[in-house]
């Protein structure tokens, strides 16, 4: 495996928390792979959520690591669900150059009766509804957004349908999720969450190859036959590679990014580049929330006011902050 001589960790792994771009050429790909440690333990834990809402959101935030670190610019990437289902958003938020930050909001009753029954894919507990994809490059530039239909059983379905739809790269996502539980020195349980995924992107100097199978055709006349495209081959063998991944690679610590593309890539040829980190940290602070309070009519202050204090807290990071009242009122 070559690589553009940046140290990758001890013993040359790229380790927790920080992304690794790749590129084989010789398949005319490119992508990233990542295993989220620390990062997505403290994201979770703080919030304490039930298991398949906790393993949905941590699918949600490897995903959007592996995309928002492609930003070749100063800004967000904003990937959002809405749906019906018991768990109807998730928000995940990363600012450049690894800054994340997200939240899951569920519905208690619903989502037990749907734990009850079984019902803890992601696509029953999200539902029916969309995803948006948002890039964000600040004040003075235009938003863009993405949004598909929630089509597909699995988070990773939904994202490549978004990159076929909106974008016209074939895509292929793999993302997994591990709950860890073992005994600290005390012999008391401990329990702890990891997450990995890995992206490949078909970019062929000749466009044309890129071509994929059509989309049925909802109003296609009756007795239509749909044109049938064969997959460029060496896009058709790095989905072949790809497949090969088994979830426990793309979390255990001990394979390592570098070591799991070495399997699927070596006869091909990958470079590496440098790494990049990511955090979780949350773009929240008294200072931003005061400005908010501080739009306030003097009935909002009243009605916000609780035991001679005004109290918010963040929906992302949970930090709580007080305020006197005085401070917003003439």
Same mark, same amino acid.
């Not at 990233?32 to 959101?57: C, F, K, N, S, T």
């Not at 899951?104 to 696509?123: E, I, K, N």
């Not at 049925?216 to 072949?240: C, F, I, T």
């Given at each position: 495996?070559?690589?553009?001589?940046?140290?990758?960790?001890?013993?040359?792994? +790229?380790?927790? #928390?920080?992304?690794?771009?790749?590129?084989?050429?010789?398949?005319?790909? *490119?992508?990233?792979? !990542?295993?989220? @440690? /620390?990062?997505? #333990?403290?994201?979770?834990?703080?919030?304490?959520?039930?298991?398949?809402?906790?393993?949905?959101?941590?699918?949600?935030?490897?995903?959007?690591?592996?995309?928002?670190?492609?930003?070749? =610019?100063?800004?967000?990437?904003?990937?959002?669900?809405? @749906?019906?289902? /018991?768990?109807?958003?998730? !928000?995940?938020?990363?600012?450049?150059?690894?800054?994340?930050? &997200?939240?899951? *909001? $569920?519905?208690?009753?619903?989502?037990?009766?749907?734990?009850?029954? @079984?019902?803890?894919?992601?696509?029953?507990?999200?539902? *029916?509804?969309?995803? +948006? $994809?948002?890039?964000?490059?600040?004040?003075?530039?235009?938003?863009?957004?993405?949004?598909?239909?929630?089509?597909?059983?699995?988070?990773?379905?939904?994202?490549?349908?978004?990159?076929?739809?909106?974008?016209?790269?074939? %895509?292929?996502?793999?993302?997994?999720? +591990?709950?860890?539980?073992?005994?600290?020195?005390? @012999?008391?349980?401990?329990?702890?969450?990891?997450?990995?995924?890995?992206?490949?992107?078909?970019?062929?100097? +000749?466009?044309?190859?890129?071509?994929? /199978?059509?989309?049925?055709?909802?109003?296609?006349?009756?007795?239509?036959?749909?044109?049938?495209?064969?997959?460029?081959?060496?896009?058709?063998? &790095?989905? &072949?590679?790809?497949?090969?991944?088994?979830?426990?690679?793309?979390? #255990?610590?001990?394979?390592?990014?570098?070591?799991?593309?070495?399997?699927? $890539?070596?006869?091909?040829?990958? %470079?590496?580049?440098?790494? !990049?980190?990511?955090?979780?940290?949350?773009?929240?602070?008294?200072?931003?929330?005061?400005?908010?309070?501080?739009? =306030?009519? &003097?009935?909002?202050?009243?009605?916000?006011?609780?035991?001679?204090?005004?109290?918010?807290?963040?929906?992302?990071?949970?930090? %709580?902050?007080?305020?006197?009242?005085?401070?917003? %009122?003439?």
């Amino acid at each position: 495996m070559q690589t553009d001589k940046e140290t990758h960790g001890e013993q040359g792994f +790229a380790g927790d #928390d920080r992304v690794l771009p790749f590129e084989v050429s010789g398949l005319d790909v *490119r992508g990233r792979a !990542v295993q989220l @440690g /620390p990062m997505i #333990d403290a994201i979770l834990g703080r919030h304490a959520y039930p298991e398949p809402v906790a393993r949905l959101l941590a699918e949600a935030i490897a995903l959007t690591v592996l995309l928002g670190t492609s930003l070749k =610019f100063e800004g967000k990437l904003i990937v959002q669900t809405k @749906g019906d289902g /018991p768990v109807d958003l998730l !928000v995940v938020d990363f600012s450049t150059p690894g800054n994340l930050r &997200a939240y899951a *909001r $569920f519905d208690d009753g619903r989502l037990a009766g749907a734990m009850a029954a @079984g019902l803890t894919s992601p696509a029953e507990l999200l539902g *029916r509804g969309v995803l +948006a $994809f948002t890039i964000d490059q600040g004040e003075y530039m235009q938003r863009y957004q993405g949004i598909v239909e929630m089509n597909g059983d699995t988070l990773e379905e939904m994202a490549e349908t978004y990159f076929r739809q909106s974008e016209q790269i074939p %895509t292929l996502v793999r993302l997994a999720v +591990a709950e860890l539980i073992d005994r600290d020195e005390d @012999g008391k349980p401990r329990h702890s969450w990891r997450a990995g995924g890995i992206v490949v992107q078909f970019l062929p100097h +000749a466009p044309e190859r890129m071509r994929q /199978p059509d989309l049925p055709g909802g109003d296609a006349p009756e007795g239509h036959e749909q044109a049938v495209h064969d997959d460029d081959d060496s896009w058709a063998e &790095a989905k &072949a590679l790809v497949s090969t991944v088994d979830s426990g690679e793309l979390t #255990d610590p001990e394979v390592g990014a570098e070591r799991l593309l070495y399997r699927l $890539f070596h006869e091909r040829g990958a %470079t590496i580049y440098p790494l !990049v980190p990511v955090a979780d940290k949350c773009s929240c602070s008294r200072e931003r929330l005061g400005e908010v309070l501080k739009g =306030f009519s &003097a009935e909002e202050i009243r009605d916000s006011t609780e035991d001679g204090e005004i109290t918010v807290q963040c929906e992302f990071c949970s930090t %709580t902050y007080r305020f006197d009242p005085a401070e917003f %009122t003439g």
